[in-house]
């Protein structure tokens, strides 16, 4: 009862796994595709490199559909390209369709296949030669596309302005959140002054808010400040501290005894240095965990960016990757927009990763002690 | 007062300064302008104009606007339970004492960091209709007619109630976050006395985590009444039939669209008020559910 109990929960956590890694690797499989095989159906995990013998070498070619009956490789009169024909169908210079007049063709080679052993259409890369083949004689091996990526961040016009604008505000927007957060966490949990408590409870009634309600005045005010089309809405707020990193860094800047302070104090110590020597080392954790929120927010933000940037050169790059989508000229080359997608998802994987037990922390804080 | 007492309250003031800068700037200042916009005709370019009601009364007959309400609230009744119900069942499943336990929930949680525009792109290519692997995969089990994820009315909201799924880390580490704090005398004592694990998991775990469960169902209200930027990246205005045209997307695109920034206001206070209303609604009706220790 036990083991099975056991081997179920290993069961259910694995498949699990399974569908939460599916869109990843589906993702990075992709962009490690040309774009033929990208969008072949049914799919396959792996890129792969195929060759054949066309115009008497053996070169890459793009395999075409199988041909598994009797037929004939032929050209219809005026036609540019040949095509497969089956054999019964084809007599006396003319293909005979089973309805419809006959079309004169020259038949240029046999196609002796079966379904035992099948041929196979194929043509080279830029679509121009054709044949059609044994199926045998065509060879095919694993080969990731890695040039998608170079070609990806090509397609993604600017991609090195959107990333330098991105660590730009991430920077700006860690710096001024990390500062001013702990400034009045600080002031809001280690001072005992006249209307603490209140303007605290001002402070937890601002995060419910929605921010549609802000949104047009937001826009407006940044408007008439001659903003609207810079970074500076973007940043600029951060210095003023945001009340869920206040709230957060308050629970832990209490847990720190307050005899500490005293005693500093009683040594002549300001405020202010009691607060950069004394407590904000000892609360390097929690001033992680907000400088990683923070710079996740801002990495990840879409809608900040949508509203407040205009021109192409300032935009981020989760604008840039939209772009992508609205700008493609006829289809969209799933390939190079999941390798941009790849690119944009990396560095947020990679800190969490390194991260790992200050994001849990944090997360963690939030439920619990709401 | 004494001096000491306006000294502190003057070197908190200080400290909390660049907050109060803030506050007036971007919430106090915005929050009232946005009220009498609402009662406004205002396009961001010229003065608001003074219009009364007329945008409160434009919403009330406002199809569109009802599309965009019913929307969001189909939208919710979908993926809010599906979000917290799948949440939990892995926070049980990766609470258990199993091998690779850091590594289980890593993988769990990752999704829920990737950005939104990524995620939409992901999905968009996973849901296509011809090209898409889900498809590809119901084909290869028997399904031949399979949904058009994203082209059909009635397939566009679960496409991205399975997404929310996906994206639901967070709130798995918030649940096992609590799962940890169940007092285990409790279950011991359940154990001894023979409860099965069903009864543990009814009577023991579920009542333990309640105000978890609480806070998890008030974040997702009020984030789930917000939806905007996977719907607004997949489908742009509001996709076939504007089926996926959610209450934030419709906001968004008469402020910035078609610059009736009045309008807007007024649908953002509805929102607030809507929010107030559901919550209000949701403290109601649990409030016999959640259990407080201690209390």
Not at chain 1, 206 to 220: A, C, D, E, Q, S
Not at chain 2, 245 to 274: D, P, T
């Amino acid at each position: 009862m036990r083991i099975s109990a056991k081997l179920t929960t290993y069961l259910l956590l694995v498949a699990g796994a399974a569908v939460f890694i599916a869109p990843f690797a589906w993702m990075v499989s992709t962009a490690l595709k040309p774009l033929d095989q990208a969008l072949a159906m049914p799919p396959e995990w792996l890129a792969r490199r195929y060759e054949a013998p066309l115009d008497g070498r053996i070169q890459e070619v793009r395999p075409g559909p199988l041909v598994t009956g009797p037929s004939v490789w032929a050209l219809e009169r005026g036609a540019a390209q040949p095509v497969v024909l089956a054999e019964d169908s084809v007599r006396a210079g003319a293909w005979r369709p089973a309805a419809g007049p006959a079309v004169p063709v020259d038949v240029l080679k046999r196609v002796p296949a079966s379904a035992s052993s099948p041929w196979r259409e194929i043509s080279d890369l830029p679509g121009v030669r054709r044949d059609v083949v044994p199926s045998a004689s065509v060879s095919s091996r694993v080969a990731l596309r890695w040039e998608n990526f170079p070609r990806a961040v090509g397609a993604m016009r600017r991609f090195p302005r959107y990333l330098a604008n991105t660590l730009a505000l991430c920077v700006l927007n860690v710096v001024g959140t990390v500062l001013s957060s702990a400034l009045v966490a600080y002031g809001f949990s280690r001072i005992e002054w006249r209307w603490r408590d209140s303007l605290f409870g001002l402070l937890l009634a601002t995060m419910m808010v929605p921010f549609p309600v802000v949104m047009v005045p937001l826009y407006g005010l940044f408007r008439w400040l001659g903003w609207i089309g810079t970074l500076r809405p973007l940043w600029v707020g951060s210095f003023c501290a945001s009340a869920f990193n206040v709230f957060l860094l308050r629970q832990f800047f209490r847990t720190i005894p307050k005899d500490l302070s005293e005693a500093a104090r009683i040594d002549g110590c300001g405020e202010f240095r009691i607060f950069w020597q004394i407590v904000l080392p000892l609360c390097r954790p929690a001033l992680v965990v907000v400088a990683l929120f923070t710079f996740m927010g801002v990495w990840n933000d879409f809608l900040g960016p949508l509203i407040y940037l205009t021109d192409d050169r300032d935009f981020t790059l989760a604008l840039g990757l939209r772009m992508m989508q609205t700008t493609g000229s006829g289809g969209i080359e799933w390939n190079y927009m999941m390798a941009a997608s790849t690119l944009v998802i990396l560095p947020v994987v990679a800190l969490f990763l390194v991260a790992q037990r200050s994001f849990v922390e944090g997360i963690a804080l939030t439920g619990t002690k709401a | 007062m004494t001096t000491g007492d306006r000294q502190r309250t003057r070197m908190g003031l200080a400290f909390v300064s660049p907050w109060i800068v803030g506050l007036a700037a971007f919430t106090i200042y915005p929050i009232a302008a946005s009220l009498y916009y609402s009662f406004c005709d205002y396009d961001v370019l010229s003065k608001p104009v003074w219009v009364g009601l007329l945008n409160y009364r434009d919403m009330a007959s406002d199809q569109v606007f009802w599309k965009s309400v019913a929307n969001t609230l189909l939208f919710n009744v979908m993926a809010l339970p599906l979000g917290l119900v799948s949440a939990l069942a892995l926070a049980l499943l990766l609470n258990q004492p199993v091998r690779a336990r850091g590594t289980f929930r890593a993988i769990y949680y990752l999704p829920s960091l990737v950005p939104a525009v990524a995620s939409a792109m992901i999905w968009l290519w996973i849901l296509n209709g011809r090209l898409g692997l889900l498809n590809a995969a119901l084909a290869t089990v028997g399904v031949h007619h399979p949904p058009q994820w994203l082209a059909d009315p009635a397939w566009t909201k679960p496409s991205l109630a399975i997404m929310s799924v996906w994206g639901c880390g967070n709130t798995v580490v918030i649940y096992l976050a609590a799962l940890q704090g169940v007092p285990r005398s409790l279950l011991e004592a359940a154990m001894i006395d023979g409860a099965s694990a069903w009864d543990r998991l009814v009577h023991v775990t579920l009542p333990a985590i309640s105000p978890v469960i609480y806070f998890n169902l008030i974040i997702g209200i009020i984030g789930g009444l917000q939806v905007f930027v996977s719907a607004f990246i997949m489908w742009g205005g509001g996709g076939p039939d504007r089926s996926v045209l959610f209450y934030a997307v419709y906001l968004y695109q008469n402020a910035f669209e078609y610059r009736q920034m009045g309008y807007a206001c007024a649908m953002a206070w509805m929102l607030c008020l809507l929010i107030l209303a559901l919550t209000w609604l949701a403290s109601v009706s649990s409030r016999r559910l959640v259990f407080y220790q201690g209390d």
